[in-house]
């Protein structure tokens, strides 16, 4: 597979779950309880607004890392 066609992929992928995060972060954290529910852990952020804030903020710092770090390499 082609280099560029590879990096458009990673990059296109990193893009969409950043936009994802960004989008839904209420989704993102019951992703996040029920993968840990498996493992016997409970979960709960201590204040649900700063964690929707966060969730948004590292959506938002991910698709901007990765636009940039395609572009740069």
């Known amino acids: 597979m082609d280099l560029i ?5 990673i990059a ?3 893009a969409m779950f950043g936009l994802f995060l960004f989008i839904s972060p209420i ?3 019951d992703m996040e309880r029920k993968f840990y529910e498996r493992r016997n852990w409970r979960l ?3 204040s ?4 929707l804030l ?3 903020v590292m ?3 991910l698709m901007i890392a990765v636009v940039l770090i395609n572009y740069y390499y």
């Open 5 to 9: 066609v590879l990096r458009t992929i």
């Open 12 to 14: 296109g992928s990193g």
């Open 27 to 29: 989704k993102a954290i």
């Open 44 to 46: 709960e952020p201590i």
């Open 48 to 51: 649900m607004k700063k964690a």
């Open 54 to 56: 966060n969730i948004k």
């Open 59 to 61: 959506g938002l710092i």
